[in-house]
């Protein structure tokens, strides 16, 4: 899979390049300079741009990207004008600043130029953004300057290219700058990112203001990048997961699923979980539940076991006659699915944490069965399942913050921190649903997810996924391989589907035969 790297990454990569391989700031400078000078007449062509190109610049190493464009802009003869957003600080930046204005080009300063610098940026055909690129630090202070600069870029009907970062992202996490409140940061319409790919660029809030990521070599030795990050892109790699099927195989050689989904007025999660496991190929899946969850998975799903439990007087489940009969079932279970559709009832609550209790295989909690253990008892019972065995969770963003006792708002600003913050503290495996869905595991492993679309924002989609995930667990594959599986090719069936129909009319039961096609398509490209 695709590696992304953090801020420390691009700062230790520098550090290897000048000690260790002689190649030096100004030499790295020079050529994302040129990379940019490149991708800038792509863009001028493809977009058809007449114009003015204004380069913003910091006063750092991006800023230092900044003025050497500039520099080779202004021998080259063409038409441009540089804002210095702050001075330049000593060594290459400075020199590059200098040797421009030597060539008759001096930068004006934003705080002593405002009002000339914000016409220019309205005016411009093309603006290049190098004001702090993957340094930046979200947590630091936002002045009013650097609000206004960004809303005036950001107003600016040009087309707006990042040096290696969107300015205000975290190169880190993709957390934005906020000013009272308010995201700060440029939006651009691309971002040119040097050598190192960036987690920012790939995972919300920051993949929003990332544009097209366009990945430029700037010379770096392979062996100066380090190679211990632990943060991935997922794309077709995935499919190495996958175990090479034998001919001489049977049924119970790809693993038993055990479902605890869907209640009378939720049915659909049922079925569409149990499709789930199913086209994720393992060979045997068994669904728990009452008649009213039986008899509409018998009439939709032809090939699982099904397990029929009996209801209370008031129309709960009956907990303890339905734990008494699925413990016949559980010991040759290979993975656990429970909470999809179940409600929020007290009979379903106590065989919910009875299961957690008696499995002995990889446990996958989805939708209301996480909104039954939010709680600092749930919580409790949660962290204890997860020193035995694998536990996996698979919230969105609001279960998330129920689980975390914090806000949507809060989660969402930082996703990536959110699901291994969690990880971390809970000791489960966090497959955080959304734009970009991130994939934490305790032991500090991340991977982020391109693929999928907003059609696949539906009721019902996330147990189509849950159920997924769980079907390759099933087979023994490593529980946060399996999630890497289950979230891409879920996401790559989505982008099947959105070709054939399109966003709008996308639903989860489209891609139930499509999971397959995605999975082959890995393997004949």
């Not at 114009?51 to 038409?79: F, P, Q």
């Not at 040009?158 to 205000?168: H, I, N, R």
């Not at 008696?358 to 939708?367: E, L, R, V």
């Not at 996703?415 to 000791?427: E, L, N, P």
Request: include cysteine; proline fraction near 5%; aromatic fraction near 6%.
């Amino acid at each position: 899979m695709h590696t992304l790297y953090g801020g420390a990454a691009v700062k230790e990569t520098d550090r290897r390049c000048e000690n260790e391989y002689q190649l030096s700031v100004a030499a790295l400078m020079s050529n994302a300079a040129d990379g940019l000078y490149q991708r800038i007449h792509e863009i001028r062509r493809t977009h058809q741009l007449s114009g003015e190109t204004v380069i913003v610049c910091g006063s750092g190493n991006n800023g230092g990207d900044g003025y050497a464009l500039a520099l080779k802009m202004k021998e080259k003869g063409e038409n441009i004008q540089v804002i210095a957003f702050a001075p330049p600080a000593a060594g290459e930046p400075s020199r590059y600043a200098i040797a421009l204005a030597r060539k008759g080009l001096e930068p004006a300063l934003y705080a002593n130029n405002t009002n000339v610098c914000d016409q220019w940026l309205k005016q411009a055909a093309l603006i290049v953004d190098c004001i702090f690129g993957s340094s930046f630090d979200t947590s630091r202070p936002v002045y009013n300057t650097f609000f206004r600069v960004c809303g005036e870029i950001n107003d600016a009907s040009a087309f707006v290219l990042s040096a290696d970062m969107p300015s205000g992202v975290s190169a880190d996490d993709g957390s934005v700058a906020l000013y009272h409140d308010i995201p700060c940061c440029v939006k651009a319409d691309a971002t040119v990112c040097f050598g190192l790919d960036k987690v920012g660029l790939h995972t919300y809030p920051g993949a929003e203001y990332a544009g097209d990521v366009l990945l430029e070599d700037i010379g770096i030795p392979p062996e100066a990048i380090p190679d211990n990050q632990k943060v991935f892109l997922l794309d077709e790699e995935v499919a190495s997961y996958l175990p090479k099927r034998k001919l001489n195989t049977h049924k119970g050689s790809y693993g038993r699923a055990f479902l605890f989904c869907g209640s009378p007025s939720m049915t659909g999660a049922a079925v569409l979980s149990a499709k789930g496991a199913l086209r994720a190929g393992v060979g045997l899946v068994s669904c728990a539940g009452v008649p009213a969850v039986i008899d509409v998975l018998r009439n939709h799903v032809l090939e699982p076991i099904f397990c029929t439990v009996g209801e209370t007087m008031s129309g709960d489940m009956d907990a303890l006659g339905a734990c008494a009969r699925m413990d016949e079932l559980l010991p040759k279970q290979t993975a656990i699915l429970a909470g999809c559709g179940i409600g929020n009832s007290i009979g379903y609550g106590k065989v919910l944490v009875h299961l957690m209790q008696k499995a002995s295989c990889p446990f996958i909690i989805d939708a209301d069965g996480l909104n039954m253990l939010a709680s600092e008892t749930g919580l409790s019972v949660l962290q204890n399942t997860a020193k035995r065995i694998p536990v996996m969770i698979t919230p969105h963003p609001a279960e998330m913050a129920r689980l975390m006792d914090a806000t949507i708002q809060e989660v969402q600003s930082n996703r990536m921190a959110a699901a291994k913050v969690f990880a971390r503290q809970s000791g489960c495996i966090v497959v955080l649903k959304g734009a970009g869905t991130v994939i934490a595991d305790p032991e500090g492993r991340c991977a982020v997810n391109a693929s999928g679309n907003p059609g696949m924002a539906k009721g019902g989609m996330g147990d189509l996924l849950a159920g997924f995930i769980t079907g390759f667990a099933a087979q023994e594959i490593e529980p946060f391989k399996a999630a890497c599986i289950g979230v891409y090719y879920h996401g790559k069936a989505g982008d099947i589907a959105k070709a054939v129909l399109g966003e709008y009319s996308l639903l989860p039961h489209d891609l139930e035969t499509l999971l397959g096609k995605a999975i082959a398509h890995s393997f004949k490209a």
